[in-house]
């Protein structure tokens, strides 16, 4: 029983690392924009800019994250499968 929520915690914190990854490129993509625009005193052009850009790059890199974890059997099931085979 504690091999299988062990497994279920590890499938847990790899889907939280995609959702901690997707809010990072977001906002340094704005973070970004804001700076230029603080520099070039252009407010709100570059901080929307990036946080477009930032959320398109930040989406597509979900899609092919959540694809790959979804390939590639995660410890959860390895665990079930085991417990099967005993």
């Not at 979804?70 to 079930?80: F, G, I, L, S, W």
């Amino acid at each position: 029983m504690a091999a299988r929520d062990a497994g279920m915690m590890i499938a847990a914190l790899k889907y939280a690392g995609v959702g901690f990854q997707f809010v990072t490129e977001a906002g340094l993509c704005a973070l970004a924009g804001w700076w230029v625009d603080r520099k070039f005193d252009t407010s709100p052009w570059f901080i929307s800019a990036g946080a477009m850009f930032g959320v398109t790059i930040a989406t597509i890199s979900l899609v092919r994250s959540l694809d790959r974890l979804e390939k590639k059997p995660d410890a959860a099931e390895r665990v079930k499968d085991e417990d099967q085979r005993s």
